[in-house]
């Protein structure tokens, strides 16, 4: 049921406190002054060599970075990404301040990450999740900055508990400028493992789509009438790049994908706009239970954060990655070779132990660690070239 969250402020002020590169150069004064002062006297017999550090290869390349920070170039280029961080923090406030903009799966990973970006910059959070205690935090952490949020503890994959969710938004706020359907559930099961599994299917696709359309259908209207409005869906990587053994998610999300191009089109003259973003692998408690993907590179939450910014302040269709969209040209251009490399993953990377049914303690790490083998090799090259796609 949608409840309202009663949050409580929590104060905590991080101001004043001296930051480590402070403290490491003060540091290193005084022990070069200590040095200065222990020099040993002149005695006229000549000094031991004093052991050199060794130069490891991580410290070489430390000492190049510190140089080209050092130089003018290093420092031009320091100077202009922080115009640019300064630029798109304006154009991100410009877009949402004292603007509602509903978050879903706010409590954790991306949406979390989002909510606090949206917040800061000026954002009236409207935050949705099951847990309340995780919601609490996140809107204690808002709060505790000066940000203004609202959180509803709902399910959103119960339709009723959808309307219930709308109706208290749209009582309490009027309307919603921008929506952010980003609450989901993934599962990772091939299609020979799932023949006895038809509620995985209606699972992803009772969060992934039926959910995300319910928000759709609450808040589109209040958006038409008032000629504004901004709806982001966060999808997949997968619906480019179709990997093996997630057809019931990137089914799923491929459909919100679909109903949204075919939306756009009826809104566009209304100025309510569509993005899709096909958000490649993100080191979030999703992806944890997945042993596997500890070896594989994938975005922090704040960099996925990021591209849902990106979002925000440009509305573009559709936000994804280089290889996302060599993934989707591939399927389009080559799909016969593009199915073979597909199949290759899929022989190559395991099927997860919870999809083998092996769920016991200890279990779910059996072939799911790092590389002790060719083919476990094989498996982290792979998933190294095409880093951000999930197998
Ligand atoms: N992580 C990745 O690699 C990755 C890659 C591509 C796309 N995505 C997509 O990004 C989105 C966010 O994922 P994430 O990685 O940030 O996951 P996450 O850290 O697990 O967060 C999921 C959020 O959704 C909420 N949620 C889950 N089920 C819900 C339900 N039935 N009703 C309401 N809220 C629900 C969770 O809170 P409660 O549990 O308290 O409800 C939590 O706040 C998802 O749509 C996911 O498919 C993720």
Known sequence: MATRSTPNKTASSTSGVKTGTQKDAAAGRSTARAAVRSRPPKTGKPAPAEAKPARTPRSMLDSVSQAIEASALGKAGAAASAIARSRRASALGRRVRNKHVVVTGASSGIGQDCALKLAAAGATVILAARTPQKLQDTVDRIRADGGKAHAYACDLSEMADCERFVAAVLAEHRHVDILINNAGRSIRRSVRS???????????????????????????????????????????????????RFSAYVA???????????????????????????MPLVRTPMIAPTKLYDAFPALTPDEAAELVMTAVIDKPKRVATGLGRAGAVAQAMAPGISEFVLNQAFRLFPESAAARGANGPGQADESETLPTDPVDLARKLFAQVFGGVYW
Do not use: W
């Open 194 to 244: 799932s023949f006895d599994r038809f509620h995985d299917y209606e699972r992803t696709m009772q969060l992934n789509y039926f959910g995300a359309l319910k928000l759709i259908f609450g808040f589109a209207p209040a958006m038409l009438e008032r000629q504004n409005g901004h709806i982001i869906n966060i999808s997949s990587i997968g619906v480019l790049a179709s990997p093996p």
């Open 252 to 278: 799923s999300k491929a459909a919100l994908d679909a109903f949204s191009l075919c939306a756009a089109s009826e809104f566009a003259d209304a100025n309510v706009r569509f993005t899709t973003i096909n």
